[in-house]
């Protein structure tokens, strides 16, 4: 009696293990918010009337000078819907802000290769000139404003979430 106890026991066990590991594969490989089978990348983007948020951005290296809201004065600005992938992850946002080369164009600096962001937490991504058609100084992720002392994030949505990083405070033009 003791060993059908057993037996059935270990079935049981055994059975239930299978089902547990078989729901967790398929809830980890299941679609976040539908849209994992989507490509990443700007979905929808609109030109908008907007007020950036007080800012200041510090450029060094060959190009010394601050970037503010008075430098980005009469730029366009966009709300745009991206899906970001960080590699594991896929998820769909809307942001506001302005393109990047729209604003190197405005302060009239083009003797420069490559352009390194940098933030206040010591991360940096470095971009070439001919990188920065999809690259955004974004103020506001899904209708919220970024923190006052970190109001500028980077986003560069065509590329995995890691290069784009939030809070930039220094840009260094260099050849």
């Not at 933030?119 to 070439?128: D, I, K, P, R, T």
Request: glycine share 4%.
């Amino acid at each position: 009696m003791k060993k059908i106890y057993i037996i059935i026991m270990s079935a049981l066990i055994s059975s239930m293990l299978t089902v547990f590991c078989y729901w967790t594969i398929e809830h980890l490989n299941a679609p976040k918010d539908d849209i994992l089978d989507e490509s990443y990348g700007i979905k929808e983007i609109n030109e908008i009337d907007y007020d950036s948020p007080s800012f200041s951005i510090v450029t060094t290296g060959l190009f010394i000078s601050i970037i503010n809201n008075e430098s980005i004065n009469g730029l366009k600005a966009y709300e745009l819907s991206a899906v970001i992938s960080d590699g594991i992850y896929t998820y769909k946002s809307t942001y506001k802000g302005i393109k990047v080369k729209d604003v190197i164009e405005k302060i009239n600096f083009d003797d420069y290769n490559k352009i390194v962001f940098k933030s206040n937490g010591g991360l940096q991504v470095e971009y070439a000139k001919n990188e920065l058609d999809d690259l955004y100084f974004v103020f506001e992720k899904d209708n919220i404003l970024y923190p006052v002392e970190e109001p500028v994030a980077l986003l560069n949505p065509n590329v995995y979430d890691r290069y784009n990083i939030t809070n930039i405070e220094k840009i260094e033009f260099l050849m």
